[in-house]
């Protein structure tokens, strides 16, 4: 190794043993790494080297937008849900596979969805009109679920989301919940959930079906089958991938920021008055779409200085870049100012990056703000929300999410 190349600063074995001895939250361990080894620091988790976490800006934009041909993804937690989909692939068939999907999501893509996600926002708004008519109480995640899932399956299908597929789709929501308890092997995980999976595979080739015999309300389904005439690898069985794949992202973060942004707010009303997408924007600093990006270097490299052998396994955190103080003065306050002509941000693109950042950044980037706002634009102006009670901690799986249920009335 060259003078001037430093081995990457380790988080002491003692401190994973206290981790450990403790129970905490992984997140916790990569906090204190961060703390106390900096922003790219090693873990030693066990097996074959450590970990290498990743929080540095120029630590991210290295290995996310500049070299993701040497930080790849591998075997993605997900997969036995989401198959070979858009999420999990690698190499050539995920280039195949984002080149086919970006369109839809993307510029003029976008206008297609502008109906289907105005009028899912306008159904909710509705039920919230209920609410506030009767006094009911009602589960403000449970709405935004409903909200999210709502608006993708418009995108998908073409067709609003009905009650007998809303019911079947919370299969989804299980497995997703279930992963961080799920066995380490692959065949007795699918084995713990496949109930679930055989749901979730039923609405699928359903809606397959219904796409191939219809054509009055096309969607990214109906073009994904378009697709197959001139792609033969899209099989039936890879348009189910993506189109859960699509489902999970398209709905699972979407609905968990905007469960995060009230609780915010039930905190700082203060913040009531902001502009939506400042709101969105600072929700998502706090609470990122995707929390830990997981990388595993091919090659040896160079990373900031810092040595990278080939086969370490790298953990890009946008949840801890964007609560270091270096970056974000007062991290942990609830600031939507910071995102607006009179607030001020880090300089460095990769200080923020809650859809990820590079080529994988997340596809659908443009339609969550798109219908995030289009939903806070009819229900804030309206609606104060008052919890009953809101949860005590986060959960942490394919987002962070609130551990637990978030009843609440509305005031109008």
């Not at 905007?258 to 706090?286: G, I, K």
Request: overall charge negative; glycine content about 8%; hydrophobic content about 40%.
């Amino acid at each position: 190794m060259s003078t001037d190349v430093r081995a990457v600063p380790e988080l002491p074995l003692s401190a994973v043993g206290q981790w450990q001895a403790g129970g905490g939250d992984l997140v916790e361990l990569l906090a204190r790494a961060q703390r106390e080894a900096g922003g790219i620091a090693a873990i030693p988790l066990g097996g074959d080297g450590p970990t290498v976490l990743v929080t540095d800006p120029v630590g991210v934009q290295h290995v996310l937008g500049r070299h993701p041909d040497r930080y790849v993804k591998r075997s993605h937690r997900a997969r036995m849900l989401v198959g070979d989909g858009v999420l999990s692939a690698t190499g050539d068939a995920w280039r195949r596979q984002r080149r086919l999907l970006q369109s839809q999501f993307t510029g003029t893509g976008m206008r297609r969805y502008e109906q289907r996600i105005a009028e899912a926002a306008q159904r909710t708004a509705d039920r919230w009109a209920g609410y506030a008519r009767t006094g009911e109480t009602f589960d403000v995640g449970e709405e935004m679920r409903r909200f999210a899932l709502d608006t993708v399956w418009r995108a998908l299908t073409g067709h609003e989301m009905d009650d007998a597929t809303d019911r079947e789709l919370r299969s989804v929501e299980r497995v997703v919940a279930a992963m961080p308890t799920l066995p380490t092997n692959a065949a007795d995980a699918r084995d713990a959930v496949a109930e679930d999976l055989a749901r979730i595979d039923a609405i699928a080739q359903a809606a397959i079906n219904a796409a191939r015999t219809t054509h009055d309300s096309p969607g990214v389904l109906r073009d994904l089958l378009e697709a197959s005439s001139q792609h033969p690898e899209y099989t039936d069985q890879l348009i189910r991938d993506e189109l859960v794949t699509l489902i999970v992202a398209g709905h699972e973060t979407t609905a968990t920021t905007l469960t995060w942004l009230y609780l915010l707010l039930d905190r700082h009303p203060e913040a009531r008055t902001a502009d939506p997408q400042a709101l969105v924007s600072e929700t998502l600093r706090l609470y990122p779409s995707a929390w830990m990006l997981p990388r595993h270097a091919v090659e040896d490299d160079v990373l900031a200085g810092h040595h990278i052998a080939a086969g370490t396994d790298v953990l890009v955190c946008p949840y801890l870049t964007h609560r270091d103080p270096s970056l974000w003065p007062d991290p942990e306050r609830f600031d939507p100012t910071r995102f607006t002509g009179t607030g001020t941000r880090p300089a460095h693109l990769a200080a923020y990056y809650p859809f990820g950042l590079g080529a994988r950044a997340c596809l659908g980037t443009q339609f969550a703000l798109r219908e995030t706002t289009a939903l806070l634009e009819l229900l804030l102006p309206t609606y104060d929300v008052s919890f009953l009670s809101t949860p005590a901690r986060s959960a942490y799986s394919i987002t962070v999410r609130p551990d637990g249920p978030t009843p609440a009335v509305l005031r109008t």
